[in-house]
């Protein structure tokens, strides 16, 4: 198992790893928000792989003090092994690296499996609200 910055010749399997997991939506195409993040100043997509084949990724990105991630994603029959726990672990060490003190992350409300994970990570709930508005 190896985790490396993904490369725009991993977005198409990446993608499909995210819309395997559940994470996209319609109106946000996958392949746009991972090139935007890896040619992006201030983000990057890691990727765990088994052998050369993509099996988890993590989005990390930063504001200068508060880290985020997103998409999140192992493959489902790695799921249980230990690759999304390293995969946040890489994500940290990422943003803490690039001087960011703190980590914030989303997940749907409707997600009980992620949120028990975060727990397990001891990651707590904010008690914010997220608000959004698109800039279209």
């Given at each position: 198992m190896i985790i490396r910055t993904l490369s725009s010749s991993d977005v198409d399997a990446a993608a499909e790893l995210w819309h395997s997991a559940g994470l996209t939506r319609p109106w946000n195409p996958p392949a746009?928000?991972?090139?935007?993040?890896?040619?992006?100043?201030?983000?990057t997509v890691l990727g765990?792989?088994?052998d050369q084949t993509l099996i988890g990724t993590v989005m990390a990105g930063h504001d200068g003090h508060r880290g985020w991630v997103y998409y999140l994603a192992v493959a489902?029959?790695?799921?249980?092994?230990?690759?999304g726990k390293?995969?946040?672990?890489?994500?940290?060490?990422?943003?803490?690296?690039?001087?960011?003190?703190?980590?914030?992350l989303m997940v749907r409300s409707t997600n009980q499996q992620a949120t028990g994970f975060y727990d397990r990570l001891g990651y707590e709930n904010a008690d914010v609200q997220v608000l959004a508005k698109w800039l279209r």
């Open positions: 746009s928000d991972l090139e935007r993040a890896l040619t992006g100043p201030s983000s765990c792989f088994d489902d029959h790695h799921r249980g092994n230990g690759v390293s995969l946040m672990a890489s994500a940290e060490d990422w943003l803490r690296e690039q001087g960011a003190v703190k980590v914030q």
